[in-house]
């Protein structure tokens, strides 16, 4: 049954590259540890997984549709280190090196690439374990896709949803698109705090039977507010939501591991 490996390429490079800049290395010192740490933390992601498939999914210079609709959109966040952008395309080498190969888009972000690849593969009765620390990823956990956080050695899964959350993996978009997600700007509806919005989702089901309820009932304070700011919950849940429909243009074959050597080469 396949198997495939989603790397979060640049939540994962980061991170290494942040723990080595930490350690009094030259920048060029810190970049070349970092592509030495990489290639030994991708040969240990593919010993523990066992992949049939592999692929690492790049971050590009992208504008995305979301920061159309919403300029707001990730402003305030921490900008890539120079050298390390300068470096990016080395590193993406060293996947090559590994057998893995690099996914990298001009027009889409990563996290709808990585969504499309693992949802598509779950609809074909196969599995998917997504390497990364974003729990953004957490709304596509089901009985096919498993979501791995390496550097807190811990699964991402539906009890650490529950745990966290307190709602159900289907949930997470609508606690989110109450909430608001601080780390992406992306505001919520203001007054409902993550305690509210579980209780919502717990009484409620789902964003659309709440607004429905605002309609309907007396309106609890809760409601009230998310009655007066309907438009930015629906803002919010658009663009929280992956997308699942990116066309990729290459199939599976394509992403084997071990990788198959070309017959005409």
């Not at 991402?156 to 307190?166: I, K, T």
């Not at 659309?208 to 809760?222: D, G, V």
């Amino acid at each position: 049954m396949p198997h495939l490996l989603i790397i979060d390429a640049l939540n994962l490079i980061r991170r290494l590259h942040a723990v080595q800049s930490q350690q009094g290395l030259t920048p060029a010192q810190a970049l070349l540890a970092t592509r030495a740490n990489l290639i030994n933390t991708c040969k240990k992601l593919l010993a523990a997984s066992e992949p049939t498939h592999a692929i690492a999914v790049f971050d590009g210079e992208v504008h995305s549709w979301r920061k159309t609709l919403y300029p707001p959109y990730k402003e305030g966040r921490t900008p890539m280190p120079d050298e390390l952008r300068e470096g990016l395309a080395d590193l993406q080498d060293a996947f090559w090196e590994c057998g893995v190969d690099a996914l990298l888009s001009q027009t889409d972000e990563a996290d709808d690439l990585i969504a499309t690849l693992a949802s598509g593969i779950a609809q074909h009765g196969a599995s998917a374990t997504i390497i990364s620390t974003d729990k953004g990823f957490c709304q596509l956990i089901c009985p096919q896709i498993r979501v791995r956080d390496y550097f807190n050695k811990r699964w991402l899964d539906a009890a650490f949803v529950q745990q966290q959350y307190g709602v159900t993996p289907t949930q997470l978009v609508d606690f989110w698109a109450l909430t608001g997600i601080s780390g992406s700007n992306i505001k919520g509806v203001p007054g409902i705090g993550p305690k509210t919005a579980t209780q919502l989702l717990q009484q409620y089901g789902d964003l659309a039977a709440m607004l429905e309820a605002c309609e309907r009932e007396e309106a609890t304070r809760p409601l009230l507010k998310l009655h007066q700011h309907r438009e930015e919950a629906l803002l919010a849940q658009r663009l929280v939501r992956l997308q699942h429909d990116i066309p990729l243009g290459f199939n599976l074959r394509e992403i084997r591991y071990p990788p198959v050597p070309d017959a005409g080469a």
